[in-house]
């Protein structure tokens, strides 16, 4: 009977620590020292350093600090259930989905991504550009791009909105969409017209960040036959309780969407320049393009239960979701020297603390993976410790903002000995 009622009792805190992400205390985090966080954001919003935030920090399973600091539009304060545009926070997830597929044996990462979209057969490199019209010339690509360079941005695929000014004359002549778009174009549409740009350079041959995440979400409904939305959902969002977390928010939860701010003369205002995006999406617009590189959007406590669940070796509720060796290979160096950063290396979507990084920078233990958006949200995971930290704000051009590196730092001098 008592070998029966540990082993109930044992299974009951493993299932436990397996559960969604709650309010709880841990022993091995300092009360005191998480107020060090709330005088931080205080202060950066009353210097006017931003306009808001909201900071979570959770520990062993536990929510120990949820906050909301400044406004979330005009005249309305910020709370903890605000919901951001995390932008490039999406690459993670997508990686994530596809690696799923990876695990019921429909690819192998090194299969060549025209296998499954032939639109992608015969790529060229960029040769020449014309400043006049945009036209441009190619040379063909040395090798065929691999769907593991989509993942780690080693596929020479460029990225217009964040890319030299060549590129984001081509891409907006062919009008390529790198985050979304209030025109009613498809998925399909949008990569297959990437498919015919240019490439920086011969796939494998260098690291720059790319739209190769956006061609990847497109490869997804391709192997499972479903809308990128509707899998990431059935897979992913409703299994974790993301219930929060979408590409394009229904009616009844835009009003929790957080503005994006600017600052002009010392003073936020609303960012209304749609050059290069719609600034209120993803609330209008034909919501037909789902961007698996930067178009979700969610709340700090949904994308901690997507952080958590690797941190949990891919369990959730007693249930493998991901395998534990899927979670290890995620976190590998996959693409070496190319990458340079002698203090991290860089995964499938995600940069991943090193020995040297975890001497010299406080960037937490070996093994601590992270990453941002757009608009100004970070996170991090630290496996060692098994904390959580996201800092999301929501801001355009902004300068002289400190609490991103702040925060990092903040919850990591809170982990005190138990």
Do not use: C
């Amino acid at each position: 009977m008592k070998k029966l009622l540990l082993f109930f009792l044992f299974s009951w805190q493993t299932l436990s620590a397996q559960s969604n992400l709650k309010a709880g205390i841990d022993p091995g985090v300092s009360p005191e020292r998480l107020k060090r966080i709330d005088k931080m954001l205080q202060e950066a919003v009353e210097q006017k350093e931003i306009p808001g935030a909201v900071a979570l920090v959770a520990r062993k399973g536990k929510i120990v600090y949820l906050k909301a600091f400044g406004e979330a539009s005009p005249q309305t304060p910020m709370k903890p259930d605000h919901i951001f545009r995390i932008a490039s926070q999406t690459k993670a997830i997508t990686a994530t989905a596809l690696m799923m597929l990876w695990e019921e044996g429909k690819f192998r990462l090194d299969d060549p991504v025209h296998k499954f979209i032939p639109e992608f057969k015969n790529m060229g490199v960029l040769a020449t550009f014309s400043e006049k019209d945009s036209s441009f010339t190619t040379t063909p690509a040395k090798s065929p791009i691999t769907i593991r360079q989509l993942l780690n941005h080693t596929s020479g695929i460029g990225y217009g909105i964040i890319d030299d000014s060549t590129f984001r004359k081509i891409f907006q002549k062919h009008n390529i969409k790198d985050i979304f778009s209030a025109e009613p174009i498809s998925t399909k549409e949008n990569i297959l017209n990437l498919a015919k740009m240019p490439l920086h350079f011969h796939p494998g041959e260098k690291y720059k960040y790319s739209e190769g995440l956006d061609v990847a979400g497109y490869l997804i409904e391709v192997l499972s036959g479903k809308p990128l939305d509707v899998f990431l959902k059935e897979r992913i969002f409703d299994p974790l309780g993301m219930n929060d977390t979408y590409f394009y928010l229904p009616d009844s939860k835009a009003k929790r969407l957080v503005s994006i701010y600017t600052k002009e003369n010392n003073q936020f205002k609303v960012y209304n320049d749609s050059t290069y995006f719609d600034p209120l999406y993803p609330i209008r617009g034909a919501k037909t393009l789902f961007s698996g590189g930067a178009g979700l959007s969610s709340t700090a406590t949904d994308y901690a239960k997507f952080l958590q669940l690797f941190l949990n070796k891919g369990m959730h509720n007693g249930k493998p979701l991901l395998s534990k060796t899927t979670v290890d290979l995620i976190m590998q160096d996959h693409i070496g020297l190319l990458w340079d950063n002698r203090n991290e290396h860089f995964g499938l979507a995600f940069s991943v603390v090193n020995e040297k990084g975890q001497a010299t920078r406080g960037l937490g233990s070996k093994g601590t993976f992270s990453w941002g958006g757009y608009f100004n949200t970070q996170y991090f995971a630290d496996p060692q410790e098994q904390v959580i930290g996201i800092i999301l704000k929501q801001t355009s051009g902004l300068s002289g903002d400190n609490t991103s590196w702040k925060f990092k730092h903040l919850v990591f001098q809170t982990l005190i000995a138990e």
